[in-house]
C-alpha cells in the first residue's frame, strides 16, 4: 500500500508532441529550372548579386518590374525570413549603348544650333530615312521591324511639311520654329546619319560621362519614388576598370581567353570542354544563337573586323580595344574598355567573393548576359559554383509587346507615377508572380486599385471598432462561436500566407489568402452588428495587425502606422489620424443628435444640412461619414482625392439614373401617344397600306391575298381577323371618347 502511494506522488513519463513539419523556403532557381530548397553557404547570411540598369535613358515599367519584383524577394528574405541579407547591385556606365547615344546626343544639339536653312536638313533627312529603310528591311525582328516603322511613318509625314517649307522658301520666325520642331521628329534617323559620319570624332570623355552620370541620379529618384531599398554595396564600371584588367589577365592565364588585335576574348570551346567546366549552364539550348551573340556583344563591336578576330563566332568579348569616338584605358593589350559581361563578373567577385548565394536579374539576360557572367567567373576561381541560385524575373509587356527603351515602347516611371501611386504599382506586381510574364494594362493596375481599396475599407472599419471598443478589463469579451469560428480561419490564412511565401515566394498566392481574411472578418463585423452585437476588438485588431505587418513586408506600407496605410499630415510625419479624430468624432456625435431631433420634430431642412454637410463639405476635408440606421454614424479618414472621385462617381450614378429615368418617361409618354394613335385608325384601313404583303383584301378591309396573289390559309386570315376585331373595338372606343368630349 505505501508502496503504491510513493509511485503516484512520482511524475508521470512526459511524451513529447510530434509536431508539424517545418517550413522551408524553395526558390524557383533558372540554373535548374525548378524549385529548389534554399540552403545559404554561410549560416543565416545571404550573399546577393543583382543586374543594375545600363543608364542612358530613363527608367520605365520594365525596369520596375524587376527592380520591385527584386526589392520584394529581398524584404522577404530579411524581414520574413529573417536572412542576414548583403545586397549588392551595379550600375553600368560602360557600355556600346551609352557611347552611341551619348556620340548621338552630342552631334545632334551640334547640328541644331547649326542649322542655316531647310534645304540642307530635307537633304539629310532624306539620307538618314533611306538608310533607315534599309534597315527596317533586313530586320528580321518583328517587334523591332515594327519600332522601325513607326519611326519611318513619322518621319514620313514630317518630311511632307519640311519639303512644303523648302518649296515656299519661308524664313519667318515662325517657320524656325516650326524646322527646330521638324528636326526633332526626325531625330532617330538625323542622330543615326550624324553618327555613322562624325562618331569618330568625338574624343572627350565628358561627353561619355555625362550622360550616364544623369541617367543614374534620375535612376536613384525613380527608386525612391517607387520605394526601392538602395542596395548595400553598389558598384559602378568605371569604378572598377584596374580590377577588370587584372582579372582578364587571370583569365587568360588560366587558359580560358586569348588575346587579339588589341581585344581579348574569351574562348567558349576550351571551357567548355574542360572536364570540370560547362558553357550556357542557364540556356544550354542557345548556344551558337548568332543574334543573341551579336546583341551581347553591342552594336560598336559587331563589324566584320571584330568578327573576324576571333578564333569562333561563340567567343565574346571580355575587353574591348577602342575605336576612335570611344572611351579608352590603358591596359596590356592596349587602349579599350570593358566588355559588358566581365562588368557583372568583376565587381559581383570584388564584393561577395568566390561564390555568390542568389544572383537576379531580367528573363532576357539569361542568355549570353548571365551565361558568359558564370563563364568567366569560374574561368577566373576556376570552380564550377559562382552562384547557387539565380532567380529571373518575367517580362513586361504592354499590348503583347515587351516593354523595352530600344523598341520605344516603354512607359516610364514617371509617368506611371503620374496616374498611381507608387503602393499601388507594387500591389500590381504583388499579385502576380515575380517570375512570369506580365501585361502592364488598364485591367492590370484596376485590380490593384480595388484590392487596395478593399483592404483600406477593412482598415478604416477596424479601426472604428476599435476607438469604440470599451476600455480596460471589459474589453476581453467572451469568445462565442462567431469570434471560435473567426479565429480559426485566421490561423488558416497566416498558415496559406507562410506556406505561399515558402513556395518560391508566391505573393499572388499570400495576397489571396490575405483577401480571404478581409472577407471573413468583414462578414463577422456584418452578422455581429447585425445581431447588435459588439465585435471583437482585440481578434479583429490582431487580424488587421497581421495583414499590416505583412504588407510592411512586401513594402507596401512604410512608417510606424500598427493598423493600416499610414496617414501623415505635412513634413513632419505628425500622425493626421490621432491629431484630428477626436475632433471628427465629437462633431459626428453632435450631429447624430441634430440629426435625431429633426427626425422627431421633423425640421427637413435641418436633415437636409445634414446631409449636404455629409456630401460636399466633409469629403473636401478628407473625412467620411458613413450613417447606418439605429446606429451611431462610422467615421472614416480616407484621402481627399479617393472621397472626390468617390463623390464623382456617385454623381454620375445619380445623373444616369436620372437619364434612364427620363428616358423611361419618353418611352412610356411614346408609347401612350402610338396607342393614341393606333385607336383613330379605322378598321377598314388598318391593312390598307399594307400593299408590299396583300394585293387583295375583302369587304371589311381584311387581306385576303398574298403580295403574289396567292390567297391566304385559313390560319393567316383567322390572324387577320383577330387584330381587325380588336381594332374595332379600339375604334369604338376613341369614337364614344369624342362624343363624350362633344
Known amino acids: 500500500m505505501a ?5 503516484k506522488r512520482c511524475q508521470p513519463p512526459w511524451q513529447q508532441p510530434t509536431g508539424s513539419k517545418k517550413s522551408e523556403l524553395y526558390l524557383y532557381n533558372s540554373l535548374t529550372r525548378k524549385k529548389e530548397l534554399f540552403v545559404p553557404q554561410n549560416g543565416k547570411q545571404v550573399l546577393w548579386y543583382s543586374c543594375g540598369p545600363t543608364v542612358y535613358d530613363a527608367s520605365h515599367m520594365g525596369h520596375a518590374r524587376s527592380y520591385i519584383s527584386f526589392d520584394i524577394l529581398r524584404r522577404v528574405l530579411s524581414k520574413y525570413f529573417n536572412y542576414d541579407v548583403l545586397y549588392c547591385m551595379n550600375i553600368t556606365d560602360i557600355d556600346d ?9 552630342h552631334l545632334f544639339e551640334d547640328y541644331k544650333k547649326g542649322i542655316q ?14 538608310k533607315f529603310q534599309d534597315k527596317m528591311e533586313k530586320e528580321t525582328d518583328p517587334d523591332k521591324k515594327n519600332m522601325l516603322e513607326r519611326i519611318l511613318k513619322k518621319v514620313a509625314t514630317a518630311l511632307t511639311e519640311l519639303e512644303t517649307i523648302v518649296n515656299n522658301k519661308t524664313g519667318d520666325s515662325e517657320c524656325k520654329t516650326t524646322l527646330q520642331r521638324l528636326v526633332e521628329e526626325c531625330r ?116 566584320q573586323d571584330r568578327l573576324d578576330e576571333k578564333k569562333s563566332q561563340n567567343d565574346f568579348a571580355v575587353w574591348k580595344a577602342s575605336k576612335p569616338g570611344e572611351p579608352a584605358w590603358d591596359s596590356p593589350w592596349g587602349k579599350g574598355r570593358p566588355g559588358w559581361h566581365i562588368e557583372c563578373s568583376v565587381m559581383a567577385s570584388c564584393i561577395l567573393g568566390e561564390s ?27 570552380n564550377d559554383h ?64 480595388q484590392y487596395e481599396k478593399f483592404l483600406n475599407e477593412f482598415f478604416l472599419n477596424v479601426k472604428d471598432v476599435l476607438r469604440n471598443a470599451a476600455a480596460g478589463p471589459e474589453k476581453f469579451l467572451k469568445w462565442n462561436e462567431a469570434e471560435m469560428k473567426l479565429s480559426e480561419q485566421f490561423q488558416q490564412v497566416k498558415a496559406a500566407v507562410d506556406q505561399a511565401l515558402c513556395d518560391s515566394i508566391d505573393t499572388k498566392s499570400a495576397m489571396e489568402a490575405m483577401r480571404e481574411a478581409v472577407s471573413q472578418s468583414n462578414i463577422y463585423i456584418r452578422d455581429i452588428k447585425a445581431n447588435k452585437l459588439t465585435p471583437n476588438s482585440i481578434l479583429l485588431r490582431n487580424i488587421a495587425v497581421f495583414l499590416t505587418d505583412m504588407l510592411k513586408v512586401f513594402g507596401a506600407i512604410e512608417g510606424d502606422e500598427l493598423i493600416g496605410f499610414p496617414m501623415s499630415s505635412g513634413d513632419n510625419n505628425t500622425n493626421l489620424e490621432e491629431t484630428v479624430m477626436p475632433y471628427v468624432e465629437a462633431f459626428a456625435e453632435f450631429r447624430d443628435n441634430v440629426r435625431q431631433v429633426a427626425r422627431e420634430q421633423k425640421v427637413v431642412e435641418v436633415l437636409k444640412l445634414c446631409d449636404q454637410v455629409r456630401d460636399d463639405v466633409l469629403p473636401e476635408l478628407g473625412v467620411r461619414l458613413e450613417d447606418h440606421e439605429g446606429q451611431r454614424t462610422v467615421v472614416k479618414l480616407v484621402d481627399k ?27 412610356e409618354r411614346e ?29 371589311k378591309g381584311i387581306p385576303s391575298h398574298d403580295a403574289k396573289g396567292e390567297p391566304l390559309s385559313n390560319k393567316q386570315i383567322k390572324k387577320l381577323t383577330k387584330a381587325y376585331d380588336q381594332q374595332e373595338k379600339l375604334y369604338k372606343e376613341f369614337l364614344n371618347s369624342q362624343q363624350d368630349k362633344n
Open 386 to 449: 559562382w552562384v547557387r541560385y539565380f532567380l529571373h524575373s518575367g517580362h513586361l509587356t504592354i499590348a503583347g509587346c515587351k516593354m523595352s527603351k530600344s523598341l520605344k515602347n516603354f512607359i516610364t516611371i514617371k509617368d506611371a507615377l503620374d496616374k498611381h501611386t507608387s503602393r499601388q504599382l507594387r500591389l500590381m506586381f504583388l499579385l502576380h508572380s515575380w517570375k512570369d510574364t506580365l501585361d502592364y494594362s488598364d485591367n492590370t493596375m484596376e485590380n490593384a486599385i
Open 641 to 667: 482625392e479617393i472621397l472626390l472621385k468617390e463623390r464623382e462617381q456617385m454623381q454620375k450614378l445619380a445623373e444616369e439614373k436620372q437619364r434612364k429615368k427620363e428616358e423611361a418617361k419618353q418611352k
Open 3 to 7: 508502496a503504491t502511494a510513493s509511485k
Open 671 to 699: 408609347r401612350q401617344a402610338a396607342k393614341e394613335a393606333q385607336k383613330r385608325i379605322p378598321p377598314s384601313e388598318l391593312f390598307s397600306k399594307e400593299t408590299d404583303k396583300y394585293s387583295a383584301f375583302d369587304a
Open 117 to 130: 536653312n531647310g534645304s540642307s536638313v530635307l537633304e539629310d533627312v532624306k539620307q538618314g530615312q533611306a
Open 188 to 303: 532617330d534617323v538625323l542622330a543615326d546619319e550624324l553618327d555613322a559620319k562624325s562618331g569618330h570624332t568625338i574624343t572627350d570623355n565628358s561627353i561619355f560621362s555625362s550622360l550616364p552620370k544623369y541617367w543614374e541620379e534620375q535612376y536613384h529618384t525613380d527608386m525612391t519614388a517607387i520605394n526601392v531599398l538602395p542596395a548595400d554595396v553598389l558598384t559602378r564600371v568605371s569604378e572598377y576598370i584596374p580590377e577588370v584588367i587584372d582579372y582578364v589577365k587571370k583569365i587568360i592565364d588560366n587558359g580560358y581567353a586569348y588575346e587579339s588585335n588589341g581585344s581579348v576574348y574569351f574562348s567558349v570551346a576550351t571551357f567548355d570542354n574542360a572536364d570540370d567546366h560547362s558553357y550556357a549552364k542557364l540556356v544550354p539550348e542557345a548556344v551558337g544563337d548568332s543574334k543573341a551573340l551579336q546583341e551581347g556583344e553591342g552594336d560598336l563591336s559587331i563589324g
Open 356 to 382: 555568390l548565394d542568389i544572383h537576379t536579374g531580367g528573363y532576357d539576360l539569361r542568355f549570353p548576359h548571365h551565361d558568359n557572367e558564370l563563364a568567366q567567373a569560374e574561368a577566373y576561381y576556376c
Open 97 to 105: 549603348k551609352i557611347i552611341k547615344r551619348a556620340r548621338q546626343n
